[in-house]
Nanobody, 126 residues
Framework: DVQLQASGGGLVQAGGSLRLSCAAS????????IAWFRQDPGKFREGISR????????AYRDSVKGRFTISADSAKNTVYLQMNSLKPEDTAVYYC???????????????????WGQGTLVTVFS
């Protein structure tokens, strides 16, 4: 079965860095796009970055451009999110999700996916 596991969250001071990992199993990595979403209590879950498992193409939400970098290691079936220059507004539970790449170009499509991992909490303090 398909499983995703997010890890690496923690408490970090504003301006600091954190690296999240998403370990995936149970599917052919090359056929999917993997994305990172985040959600603060009382707010909508929003997509912040994604990477295509076959061609490596990436996309970012404007609020994290220049600060966050997504990457993938297909041999390890793992996707990473390097987060730099963290701000208090980055505080959220971060989730990874997989979707067939045919549908991966629209953030809203990810909510129809059955392949969500449990989130990892990132707390940024000033």
């Amino acid at each position: 079965d398909v499983q995703l596991q997010a890890s690496g969250g923690g408490l970090v001071q504003a301006g600091g860095s954190l690296r999240l990992s998403c370990a995936a199993s149970g599917f052919t990595f090359d056929d999917y796009t993997i994305a990172w979403f985040r959600q603060d209590p009382g707010k909508f879950r929003e997509g912040i970055s994604r990477i295509n498992g076959r061609d490596g193409s990436v996309a970012y939400r404007d609020s994290v451009k220049g600060r966050f970098t997504i990457s993938a290691d297909s041999a390890k079936n793992t996707v990473y999110l390097q987060m730099n220059s963290l701000k208090p507004e980055d505080t959220a539970v971060y989730y990874c999700v997989a979707i067939q790449s045919l549908y991966g170009g629209d953030w809203s499509n990810y909510f129809m996916s059955n392949y969500w991992g449990q989130g990892t909490l990132v707390t940024v303090f000033s």
